[in-house]
């Protein structure tokens, strides 16, 4: 007799529900987009900070801790991207079907990618914030100095300068971090999220 499932642990295995309940908290991918310098990681360790004091477990995922790591082997070519960000929804989708409250922040530039990794994740599990900080804020900053050696030829398919950013087309919210001081911005994901991530007692 042949076993039509082929994936027989997945049945033996404890269910995000039960991992939930273990963690008093629902599981949600909190997914930043944006231009680098737009303030996106700064939110997100922000946002974390805050939801950690409530006693809520998250885990942020963003370009630095990524690229120095599973995804080490993947240049900026468009093919590469789009297999950044595959990788970094599945591994998103573990976190979550672990009770985990995710965070990402990744430029992300179009919408299909963004599409891609909310269909990996389930679109009820992902809130998509678009951080709009305008291009001349996020190079004024220029943190890295990304922009300067883009605006030198030097960094090729750089996002806002040689490369298109299309922003989000109904994001969950919309923070622009050259008008929103950050705890302002972090008040606002706060009163987005909350509710959806504590399970109330």
Same mark, same amino acid.
């Given at each position: 007799?042949?076993?039509?499932?082929?994936?027989?642990?997945?049945?033996?295995?404890?269910?995000?529900?039960?991992?939930?309940?273990?963690?008093?908290?629902?599981?949600?991918?909190?997914?930043?987009?944006?231009?680098?310098?737009?303030?996106?990681?700064?939110?997100?360790?922000?946002?974390?900070?805050?939801?950690?004091?409530?006693?809520? @477990?998250?885990? +942020?995922?963003?370009?630095?801790?990524?690229?120095?790591? +599973?995804?080490?082997?993947?240049?900026?070519?468009?093919?590469?991207?789009?297999?950044?960000?595959?990788?970094?929804?599945?591994?998103?989708? @573990?976190?979550?079907?672990?009770?985990? +409250?995710? +965070?990402?922040?990744?430029?992300?530039?179009?919408?299909?990618?963004?599409?891609?990794?909310?269909?990996?994740?389930?679109?009820?599990?992902?809130?998509?914030?678009?951080?709009?900080?305008?291009?001349?804020?996020?190079?004024?900053?220029?943190?890295?100095?990304?922009?300067?050696?883009?605006?030198?030829?030097?960094?090729?398919?750089?996002?806002?300068?040689?490369?298109?950013?299309?922003?989000?087309?109904?994001?969950?919210?919309?923070?622009?971090?050259?008008?929103?001081?950050?705890?302002?911005?972090?008040?606002?994901? @706060?009163?987005?999220?909350?509710?959806?991530?504590?399970?109330?007692?």
């Amino acid at each position: 007799m042949t076993d039509n499932n082929i994936y027989p642990i997945f049945d033996r295995m404890l269910s995000r529900q039960d991992k939930e309940e273990l963690l008093g908290q629902h599981s949600m991918m909190i997914w930043f987009t944006g231009l680098s310098g737009s303030g996106k990681s700064t939110i997100a360790i922000a946002l974390e900070r805050e939801l950690h004091k409530r006693g809520l @477990l998250c885990r +942020i995922l963003d370009g630095d801790n990524i690229r120095s790591g +599973i995804n080490n082997n993947l240049g900026f070519t468009e093919a590469d991207r789009v297999e950044n960000i595959r990788r970094i929804a599945e591994v998103s989708k @573990l976190f979550i079907d672990t009770g985990i +409250i995710t +965070i990402a922040a990744f430029i992300s530039p179009n919408n299909d990618i963004r599409e891609m990794a909310a269909n990996i994740i389930g679109q009820e599990n992902f809130l998509e914030v678009y951080v709009s900080t305008p291009l001349a804020e996020c190079e004024r900053r220029d943190v890295k100095g990304l922009y300067a050696k883009a605006r030198r030829g030097e960094i090729q398919n750089f996002t806002g300068i040689s490369a298109p950013f299309e922003a989000p087309a109904h994001p969950a919210l919309t923070l622009d971090t050259s008008v929103l001081s950050l705890e302002e911005s972090v008040n606002k994901l @706060l009163d987005l999220v909350l509710s959806k991530i504590q399970i109330k007692k």
